[in-house]
């Protein structure tokens, strides 16, 4: 088989805590951090003998999710047990979904470059291009405890036990490791925009199995199921399946075979091992769980739930290239939050520059909400104060340089940009006479550079603005001093 006949194919599934205050069968508060084994009661503890209730807000996270992600609802939904045997699950047994699920056959599109080689590395390099990836399922089932191990022991952390996950499962329309990224940052993109769960990897919040398999491009059957797990950020799961895609077509190409198998991705040495070989498939022997009556959605919720969905993120993403005439790697950045995106829409309210605006945000607003560490979520930033300081820059009142300093200031503090900058005396001078004044000054002492700017010297010209806005200490408006120093020295 030759390298170039081949290709892979991907699957992947992803579990997702939703953000809601109690847990999926109980009161138990979901928050994530707190000390161990503080959050929970006897029907998270797998106690025999308690009732189980479903938490009616997780429903309606998990219907958001669902209709985001273009799924058919699933009116008449049953919970099942799952049963297996793990110490982080002390009934024995997952409350889970099967056969049918809350949302089935749905979609998500997911930004490609043009050509075959379809990789969107970073934002920069975003087309308006898509390729939509198909939604097997998704559906609700409970988060079991964590298992903690610290030297020789291992501790159990029963808080997470309960919480609401919500499993989401693609079709195998991925066709590599750029476009599973893509997938992945395009699906917590759009959670994040329904404000169901903060989707943070790092914490577990979102965790991602993968599923791969290389066919010939024209074989209509795919090839052995290799499944990967371990992948503790969206860059190992890219890197756990390139590392997977190679080593499988190597074998393929050396004639050997595949067997299906769980591998572990390991950071430290960047491949993936195998953890267990499958012989058949798993038996969980699911049955509905007595303690839980089915649960509707009715057509009513269902209307009732859409109405209540944000403008997506994908289309936001559309609507302001074509109606704000931003590129799309402007817009790319604008929609990459939620909370950044209205931002820049209530910022619009009051200012109607729109490529200005979009280069402040982008630009000088971003670096310094990333250098702070802020949260957009948080933001100490009211558009008012944001527009201000736009205009004093406008109005040539503050250099550009001076105001990205005030920004910093003013994301510390309630303060005015106007009093930051008379307060630390950045106000720019525009008075032509002194300006004029320290333009003499600068050329008596600079009677060579000068000379050598009549000459034909262009970079001397920079030289003698650099001494003016020294001496100004950096308060001048350099184009103006530009203006004068080139009408002075013209007129020697
Ligand atoms: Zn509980």
């Known amino acids: 088989?030759?390298?170039?006949?081949?290709?892979?194919?991907?699957?992947?599934?992803?579990?997702?805590?939703?953000?809601?205050?109690?847990?999926?069968?109980?009161?138990?508060?979901?928050?994530?951090?707190?000390?161990?084994?503080?959050?929970?009661?006897?029907?998270?503890?797998?106690?025999?003998?308690?009732?189980?209730?479903?938490?009616?807000?997780?429903?309606?996270?998990?219907?958001?999710?669902?209709l985001a992600l273009n799924c058919r609802i699933t009116e008449f939904n049953k919970f099942y047990r799952s049963h297996y045997f793990y110490p982080d699950l002390p009934k024995n047994y997952q409350i889970s979904q099967y056969e049918t699920y809350l949302g089935e056959d749905g979609f998500l599109d997911i930004p490609?470059?043009?050509?075959?080689?379809?990789?969107?590395?970073?934002?920069?390099?975003?087309?308006?291009?898509?390729?939509?990836?198909?939604?097997?399922?998704?559906?609700?089932?409970?988060?079991?405890?964590k298992l903690v191990h610290i030297s020789n022991f291992s501790f159990i952390d029963f808080n997470r036990s309960g919480i609401p996950l919500l499993e989401i499962v693609s079709y195998p329309d991925i066709n590599s490791p750029s476009e599973a990224y893509q997938y992945l940052v395009s699906l917590k993109q759009i959670i994040r925009y329904l404000g169901?769960?903060?989707?943070?990897?790092?914490?577990?919040?979102?965790?991602?199995?993968?599923?791969?398999?290389?066919?010939?491009?024209?074989?209509?059957?795919?090839?052995?199921?290799?499944?990967?797990?371990?992948?503790?950020?969206?860059?190992s799961v890219r890197e756990a399946l390139d590392f997977e895609i190679k080593r499988q077509i190597r074998i393929l190409e050396e004639g050997g075979n595949l067997i299906p198998e769980t591998r572990l991705w390991s950071e430290e040495d960047h491949r993936t091992r195998s953890m267990r070989t499958k012989v058949e498939a798993e038996h969980y022997r699911c049955f509905p769980d007595p303690d839980l009556p089915p649960f509707i959605i009715s057509s009513r919720l269902k209307e009732e739930i859409r109405s209540l969905l944000p403008e997506l993120p994908q289309r936001r993403f559309q609507r302001f290239i074509e109606d704000l005439r931003l590129s799309p790697y402007d817009s790319a950045v604008l929609t990459q939050e939620k909370e950044l995106a209205d931002f820049f829409e209530k910022c619009l309210e009051k200012y109607s520059d729109t490529k200005n605006l979009c280069n402040w945000i982008t630009t000088s607003l971003l670096a310094e909400i990333n250098r702070r560490n802020l949260s957009l979520e948080g933001l100490n930033l009211e558009p008012e104060r944001f527009i201000k300081l736009i205009r004093l820059v406008d109005d040539g009142k503050l250099s550009n340089l001076s105001a990205k300093g005030i920004l910093g200031v003013m994301l510390d503090s309630k303060k005015d940009p106007e009093e930051i900058a008379s307060e630390k005396d950045l106000i720019q001078i525009r008075d032509l006479g002194s300006l004029q004044k320290t333009v003499i000054e600068v050329l008596q002492e600079n009677e060579e550079t000068a000379s050598d700017f009549l000459k034909g010297k262009e970079k001397a010209l920079s030289f003698l603005i650099g001494q003016v806005m020294k001496k100004t200490k950096g308060k001048a408006d350099p184009k103006m001093v530009g203006q004068i120093l080139k009408e002075r020295l013209e007129r020697r």
């Open 1 to 66: 088989m030759k390298n170039s006949d081949l290709e892979a194919v991907i699957g992947l599934e992803v579990h997702v805590e939703l953000n809601t205050i109690t847990k999926l069968f109980c009161g138990c508060l979901a928050k994530f951090g707190s000390l161990p084994n503080s959050q929970v009661c006897p029907v998270c503890l797998g106690l025999p003998g308690c009732l189980p209730v479903l938490n009616q807000k997780a429903v309606e996270y998990a219907l958001k999710v669902a």
């Open 196 to 235: 169901v769960s903060s989707c943070n990897m790092e914490k577990g919040i979102l965790r991602c199995d993968a599923n791969v398999s290389i066919k010939k491009k024209t074989a209509l059957t795919l090839g052995t199921r290799i499944e990967l797990k371990n992948m503790n950020s969206f860059r």
């Open 112 to 145: 490609v470059n043009e050509g075959i080689n379809s990789d969107v590395k970073k934002v920069s390099d975003r087309t308006d291009k898509a390729k939509r990836i198909g939604i097997k399922e998704m559906h609700l089932e409970e988060d079991v405890g």
